[in-house]
């Protein structure tokens, strides 16, 4: 059964700095392409950053001066480093595994930034 957990979510002031993990299992990890999403209420759910199998990242134009994706393929997780939050970047925030035609959620953590 593929499981994959996000952690690290949480409440934190404007300005300050949260890093979400997600662990995966049951899946062969290194060749899972993975992705961070976010989803703000009454907004879509959108791509955040990927990284690939090997380590190659690419971060969304609008956080890519804040935030940060990066793996550990030995211990199964992809961090999202996230600095200078703002009230704009408050959502729930998912990992997701792409597996060649197939695909895997996390159950998503919220992330919410206010004074």
């Known amino acids: 059964q593929v499981q994959l957990v996000e952690s690290g979510g949480g409440l934190v002031q404007p300005g300050g700095s949260l890093r979400l993990s997600c662990a995966a299992s049951?899946?062969?990890?290194?060749?899972?392409?993975m992705g961070w999403y976010r989803q703000a209420p009454g907004n879509q759910r959108a791509l955040v950053a990927t990284?690939?199998?090997?380590?190659?990242?690419n971060v969304a134009e609008a956080v890519k001066d804040r935030f940060t994706i990066s793996r550990d393929n030995a211990k199964n997780t992809v961090d999202l480093q996230m600095t200078s939050l703002q009230p704009e970047d408050t959502a729930v925030y998912y990992c997701?595994?792409?597996?060649?035609?197939?695909?895997?959620w996390g159950q998503g953590t919220q992330v919410t930034v206010s004074s």
């Open positions: 990284i690939s199998s090997i380590g190659s990242a």
């Open positions: 997701r595994c792409w597996l060649g035609a197939r695909n895997y």
């Open positions: 049951g899946i062969i990890f290194s060749n899972c392409i």
